[in-house]
């Protein structure tokens, strides 16, 4: 079973040549809100966590994956975090990168080749997600991905003076 090509894109690992990309994401302030970063990352750290980034997910506990159409531009990425064997588990994160890519279907596929890579490949019991209280874009597409709203974590995370609740999702696989 291909797990990683889907209808209208692709996963693949980091590469060396995805520095400038990478640099890009990790040092746009907008996003800095759904990575809780507050600081900017050199090119010498992107570039040394790229030559490590062939590392197995068992050693490192996290697998990003970049999302790719398939004329080979970099879409955006999709994380598998906390990864932990013994129970099974790992958070998922996702971002499309330019504005104008997103609400095309992209991020859907994304997920669902993800949900599919972890349950063939990772033997996953469950998936989770955390998502902003006002991220309405990735509630709809992690609830129409099958994952349910399980928690509130109560002011949560400060953003910009203000505290926002932040939402727990959670997909069991069924075996």
Request: net charge negative; with cysteine.
């Amino acid at each position: 079973m291909v797990t990683l090509k889907g209808d209208h894109i692709y996963l693949r690992a980091l590469e060396p040549e995805d520095l400038d990309f990478v640099y890009c994401i990790e040092n746009d302030e907008q996003i800095w809100e759904i990575s809780s970063t507050q600081t900017p990352y050199s090119r010498f750290l992107i570039k040394q966590y790229l030559e490590n980034s062939h590392k197995d997910i068992y050693e490192v506990k996290q697998l990003r994956l970049v999302i790719c159409s398939y004329d080979h531009n970099p879409l955006g990425l999709i994380d598998l975090f906390d990864f932990n064997p013994t129970h099974n588990r790992a958070g998922v994160g996702i971002l499309i990168t330019e504005k104008g890519n997103r609400g095309k279907g992209y991020g859907t596929e994304a997920l669902e080749l993800v949900v599919n890579y972890g349950k063939t490949h990772l033997h996953l019991h469950q998936l989770y997600a955390n998502i902003s209280e006002d991220n309405a874009p990735s509630i709809t597409l992690f609830e129409n991905q099958g994952f349910c709203k399980v928690g509130v974590k109560k002011q949560w995370n400060l953003v910009k003076d203000i505290y926002k609740d932040e939402f727990l999702y959670q997909l069991i696989y069924v075996h």
